[in-house]
């Protein structure tokens, strides 16, 4: 199918591009309470639970059809996927079971904010089939809640922690370092908190302080300390390797056999389907854009605002990049199953320039980065491009 003919969802999925590849779905609800002062992404604060048409415009931008195409992630991520009702969750689902073909050992993750959800709602939704929760907790501090503009206090965030846990097998936990006026002591206490409910897996992220958000307006483009960020990032990878925990990506960690399926997808730059407002999909070559304007996409789900055809030569880049995020890097056998050509006739010169900086090593036909890489990793992305 031609550019000029793609103009929705249900385009791209009856387009043949993706030939029976297993894909991940991502379904963005932008909706919440109130908006975090640190947040960039597209959300829109509301009181009450998510609109009724809103679940009927991501059902209908599927619309009636059978793909048969697989699906082997699932991913509910915000704005607060959490003030969904257990039954707007399972009429998405069913949408979703109907449209496509799910494979037996599929993720279905769930983001959740600990002040909007209870025992009874996380009970709930795992009985629809939900066998994965994101639980956003960001710090167990709470001076550094206030500071990020988050609704819950520490104390909720650990009873909720607690029981995820009872209910979930698997499950990750969010944190946040580099606020302002965080030290060393402060973050090693977020860390030694956090490993007391024993998450299988936890992503930890650096604070950025976008142009666009709320904390803008306050802190302005203060001067970020990046040898103290240095120092907090490597305290991570010491105390959660320590303890078992593979680094497995630049900012996540698992145990063993828990890494998030659905954000692989991302990291290897496979195909995904994102349903909902302001969502993106990405099936070769084209990345595509629902609108951010909710009334745009309530009155023509799935119709796309953007639609980018990418050249071979920026897929294979993007390739590398996201590889290189993960510290098992990238196959020079993947590499060529899947574009026809050697990892080192298309990249060599770069490669071998970020072999001598030891940014990435070569191992057995495998490329990946350093602990170096992972620190300096944008001067991987500079190398590349």
């Known amino acids: 199918m031609e550019l000029q003919g793609i103009i929705s969802t249900s385009d791209l999925l009856s387009s043949k591009l993706l030939k029976n590849t297993p894909i991940g779905l991502y379904v963005h609800i932008p909706f919440c309470k109130k908006k975090c002062g640190y947040c960039d992404f597209f959300s829109i604060p509301i009181t009450g639970s998510v609109p009724k048409e809103y679940i009927e415009a991501v059902k209908s931008e599927l619309g009636e059809n059978e793909y048969g195409i697989p699906v082997k992630s699932i991913y509910f991520g ?11 969750i399972e009429h998405i689902l069913d949408s979703i079971k109907y449209s496509f073909s799910l494979c037996g050992e599929i993720e279905v993750t769930v983001e959740i904010n600990p002040e909007d959800v209870n025992f009874e709602w996380l009970s709930d939704i795992k009985k ?9 907790v960001q710090s167990f501090s709470d001076r550094e809640l206030e500071y990020l503009g988050r609704r819950h206090n520490s104390s909720k965030a650990k009873l ?6 009872k209910i979930f097998d698997n499950w990750s936990l969010d ?17 030694r908190t956090a490993l007391r409910f024993n998450p299988p897996h936890i992503s930890t992220y650096c604070l950025t302080i976008e142009e666009t958000t709320p904390l803008w307006r ?3 483009a203060h001067e970020v300390d990046e ?4 120092k ?9 390797t320590f303890e078992g925990y593979s680094h497995y990506e630049i900012s996540n960690f698992s145990k063993r056999n828990k890494k998030c399926r659905h954000n692989l997808i991302y990291w290897r730059n496979e195909p995904y389907i994102g349903l909902g407002a302001g969502a993106y999909s990405f099936v070769p070559p084209y990345r595509c854009g629902n609108p951010k304007e909710l009334d745009a996409y309530i009155s023509a789900p799935g119709k796309k605002s953007e639609i980018d055809s990418l050249n071979i030569d920026i897929i294979k880049k993007e390739t590398l990049l996201q590889h290189f995020r993960l510290k098992s890097g990238i196959s020079e056998r993947y ?3 899947r574009f026809g050509s050697s990892i080192w006739e298309d990249f060599g010169e770069k490669l071998n320039k970020l072999r001598k900086n030891k940014l990435v090593s070569v191992r057995n036909g495998t490329i990946f980065p350093t602990m170096r890489g992972f620190y300096l990793n944008n001067e991987i992305g500079l190398e590349i491009l």
């Open 160 to 165: 909720i922690c607690e029981w995820v846990g």
């Open 232 to 240: 907090l990032y490597k305290l991570t990878h010491k105390v959660l």
């Open 78 to 88: 915000g704005g607060s996927p959490s003030l969904l009702k257990p039954t707007q």
């Open 227 to 230: 040898e103290l960020n240095l």
């Open 335 to 337: 590499y060529y199953d």
């Open 128 to 136: 629809l089939g939900v066998n994965r929760i994101s639980v956003g």
């Open 175 to 191: 944190l946040i370092y580099g606020v302002r006026g965080g030290t060393i002591d402060d973050w090693n206490e977020n860390l």
């Open 218 to 220: 306050v802190e302005g």
